[in-house]
């Protein structure tokens, strides 16, 4: 479902300028044993529609909890549980 979006004409009046609705930030109420190819329910709340992962600025978890999950999800992948 694409994010809804809005056109406003900027100061000058002359190029409309897009502004997006802010994606949700998920809740961090896990630890990092959670973190598991295994568990693709919750690896699913971190991957798009499209199959990207989604970046810290989005997730606001710690880095060293991003590259766990960034793993997490590329080995699910790999063993064919997650597209």
Not at 27 to 33: Q, R, V
Request: proline residues 8%; without cysteine.
């Amino acid at each position: 479902m694409p994010r809804k979006t809005h056109t406003d004409r900027d100061k000058r009046g002359s190029r409309p300028t897009e502004h997006r609705t802010p994606r949700p930030k998920p809740k961090i109420d896990f630890t990092a044993d959670t973190l598991d190819f295994k568990n693709t329910n919750l690896l699913r709340q971190y991957v798009t529609d499209q199959g990207r992962i989604l970046p810290r600025k989005y997730t606001g978890m710690p880095a060293h909890y991003q590259r766990r999950l960034t793993k997490a999800i590329k080995r699910a992948r790999q063993m064919l549980l997650m597209k």
